[in-house]
């Protein structure tokens, strides 16, 4: 079966941090780029962080300094470090592969650019 788990997500303070892993089963990471979005209540799915199969990053403004991509080609897993949450990071975040290579420093794609998405994983942050 061909799909993206996610996990480590949960209940953090403000300033805590968390580690998201995002594993592919049934097919290999090599052929694709990677991509982090999230999706707080009433509002519409956003970029998080992206990472091309040649290892080039992006981030969203809001998360620029506290959050980092990285890749185990190895073990077919993304992971999102994510340091000094704020309470306005909590949302359900998604992980993404697809085969398009997005150039632009906001260009994140449209969800039907990604060929698999992971379930999803609560963050929240909160004292």
């Known amino acids: 079966q061909l799909q993206l788990v996610e996990s480590g997500g949960g209940l953090v303070q403000p300033g805590g941090s968390l580690r998201l892993s995002c594993a592919a089963s049934?097919?290999?990471?090599?052929?694709?780029?990677m991509a982090w979005f999230r999706q707080a209540p009433g509002k519409e799915r956003e970029g998080v962080s992206y990472i091309s199969k040649h290892d080039v990053t992006k981030y969203a403004d809001s998360v620029k300094g506290r959050f980092t991509i990285s890749k185990d080609n190895a073990k077919d897993t993304v992971y999102l470090q994510m340091n000094n949450l704020k309470p306005e990071d909590t949302a359900v975040y998604y992980c993404?592969?697809?085969?398009?290579?997005?150039?632009?420093?906001?260009?994140?794609?449209?969800?039907?650019?990604?060929?698999?998405w992971g379930q999803g994983t609560q963050v929240t942050v909160s004292s």
């Open positions: 993404a592969a697809t085969k398009w290579y997005f150039t632009g420093s906001t260009d994140y794609g449209v969800f039907s650019d990604y060929d698999f």
């Open positions: 049934g097919f290999t990471l090599d052929h694709y780029h």
